[in-house]
């Protein structure tokens, strides 16, 4: 998500005048953009701020101004500045469509301007290729915001209430991308199955039993290559999306359904809404697809009053889901949220070996599920020459896993069949076939 803003906030800027540089010594303007889901996230922001100063004052010129975007801004607002001299100004998450106006402000000479305001009614959701991460891979925010308060999250508070975008607006925007040449659309929100538009425009034809399952018909009938979607709330997590997933190709083989905790003792104080019968539930039904769909998590360890049997059933369950990949997280006290005023029990050094055991585990399992895709053939986009190996090229396969294998530059933006011949780390290797 904030990579997205970040490239709607570039494109912007771009259409005003603004030139876009990736050298931070030649710019004017820095525009730091913030994640404040765990601490250490946060604590980036101020080492990035005193760079940007240090950098400044080693060449002997003046400071850039400097804008502060994203979730802390939005958390922090105004404080910031009384944390920082370095900062300018401070932007919050659904402010970012009036970013020329905030370095208008601040280049004018006003001092602590800050705008924590709503988003407008006719915020541009476009990004342009030139400023897109990838000229083959675009993302389209569906839904912002949460409104599921899980006890240690920030997000609700960073990101407002949820938001659903018409779907309408969502399929013209796929269609366009799709003539632009891009093959690839990641459909993006915080919890995308919980997707419900004020209305039907542009659901019409299209069935399900829920929005976000027809959302999905409508979109893969836009014809467009390849379709992923992330992030999915296991509560909301209907099996018509696996029916959807199943009936058209172009919708991609892989689901991130982050579980955090194996145990419903947990689950439960964490305010997931779900528990591991109904998650697993999910998972069979993912499982039973006659796709080989790729299933990655999120786990946070050592929520507070994890136990030991707590722990273990979360080991027990990713030894039973055999992810393709998780993302596993010690819990991280974020002032304002329910958790916060729980006790943070776990110590750190627990913290710490919970999260080596499962980060084993899983990687365990995940050499298992990658061996298993060898002497198999995955299409996988072309996306770039790849920085280690010269004349391999770098991509992902449909099920979202990175493949490299030998080809040429005319490759590249092409979807192409690689047979797998080997799994290392991370990545598959195979040969075009
Ligand atoms: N501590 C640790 N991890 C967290 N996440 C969210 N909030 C916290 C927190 N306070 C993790 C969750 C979520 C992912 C994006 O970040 O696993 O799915
Ligand atoms: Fe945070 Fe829970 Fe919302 Fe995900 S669903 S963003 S973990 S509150």
């Not at 493949?403 to 799994?423: P, Y």
């Amino acid at each position: 998500m904030n990579v997205s803003d970040s490239e709607r906030v570039a494109t912007q800027l771009a259409a005003e005048g603004y030139e876009i540089t990736a050298r931070e010594s030649a710019a004017d303007v820095v525009l730091l953009n913030t994640c404040s889901v765990r601490e250490k996230a946060e604590h980036k922001l101020f080492t990035r701020v005193g760079q940007v100063g240090k950098a400044a004052a080693e060449r002997g010129v003046k400071k850039p101004l400097l804008g502060i975007l994203g979730c802390v801004a939005q958390l922090e607002g105004e404080t910031l500045f009384a944390r920082s001299q370095a900062i300018d100004f401070v932007l919050g998450t659904r402010a970012v469509g009036r970013v020329s106006q905030a370095i208008e402000k601040a280049s004018g000479g006003q001092k602590f301007y800050a705008d924590l305001g709503e988003r407008e009614e006719t915020y541009d959701w476009a990004v342009t290729g030139a400023q897109r991460h990838s000229p083959y891979v675009a993302f389209v925010p569906i839904i912002e915001g949460c409104n599921k308060f899980c006890t240690y999250c920030i997000v609700p508070f960073s990101r407002g209430r949820e938001k659903s975008l018409p779907a309408s607006e969502i399929v013209r925007h796929v269609a366009r991308l799709r003539r632009e040449g891009i093959k690839e659309v990641h459909l993006i929100g915080q919890n995308v199955n919980s997707y419900r538009p004020r209305t039907d425009d542009g659901l019409g034809e299209f069935r399900g039993a829920t929005q976000f399952s027809r959302l999905l018909r409508a979109v893969a009938a836009t014809g467009i290559e390849r379709i992923k979607f992330t992030t999915s709330f296991p509560r909301d997590f209907h099996p018509d999306i696996v029916e959807a997933l199943n009936e058209h190709e172009n919708l991609c083989n892989w689901v991130h359904l982050p579980v955090q905790s194996g145990s419903n003792r947990i689950l439960k104080l964490m305010r997931r809404g779900h528990t591991i019968e109904n998650y697993l539930e999910r998972i069979d039904k993912i499982k039973s697809s006659p796709r080989r769909i790729a299933l990655t998590t999120d786990i946070i360890v050592g929520f507070p009053g994890e136990t030991d049997e707590d722990f273990q059933a979360t080991l027990d369950l990713a030894e039973y889901c055999k992810f393709n990949s998780a993302y596993v997280f010690k819990y991280s006290p974020r002032p304002g949220t329910p958790a916060h005023e729980m006790s943070d029990d776990v110590s750190p050094q627990s913290k710490t070996e919970r999260f080596l055991r499962l980060d084993k585990l899983i990687r365990f399992h995940q050499r298992e599920v990658f061996d298993d895709y060898i002497n198999r053939t995955l299409e996988v986009l072309a996306e770039k020459i790849s920085g280690k190996h010269s004349g391999q090229i770098s991509g992902h396969s449909t099920c979202q896993m990175v493949v490299n294998f030998e080809g040429v530059r005319d490759l590249l933006g092409k979807i192409v069949k690689v047979k797998i011949l080997e799994s290392k780390a991370n990545t598959l290797y195979g040969k075009i076939c």
